[in-house]
């Protein structure tokens, strides 16, 4: 999803929660990307635990359909409109630079 994008560094693939959290720690990134099979949840559990420890940290839970969330510690959830992968990866570094800040326009196909 983010291969072409050379400004995002890819450190890990898991299909493990526990994993995760461990490599999020390890690491020490700046964002996470969760596929998730939980359509009627905004944050499935890993996002707000990962959310809980580590409140600099931006999530964007992508669903199998392409819809997507963008979360962060503050209450604001961005709500991803486009499907495609650059649209994602731009709203991805968007917040990731304007955390907690509403986007400027919303991001459609």
């Given at each position: 999803m983010f291969a072409q994008h050379t400004e995002f560094e890819?450190?890990?693939?898991?299909?493990?929660?526990m994993t995760l959290l461990a490599n999020v720690r390890e690491e020490r990134v700046?964002?996470?990307v969760v596929l998730t099979d939980e359509p009627d949840r905004q944050q499935p559990g890993v996002v707000s635990h990962l959310l809980a420890e580590?409140?600099?940290?931006?999530v964007l839970a992508v669903l199998p359909?392409?819809?997507?969330?963008?979360a962060q510690r503050c209450t604001l959830l961005r709500t991803v409109t486009a499907k495609a992968?650059?649209?994602l990866a731009s709203a991805l570094r968007d917040a990731v630079k304007n955390p907690c800040e509403p986007p400027a326009d919303e991001l459609s196909e």
């Open positions: 890819i450190v890990g693939e898991t299909n493990d929660a700046d964002a996470v580590y409140p600099d940290l931006t359909s392409g819809a997507a969330n963008i992968p650059t649209a």
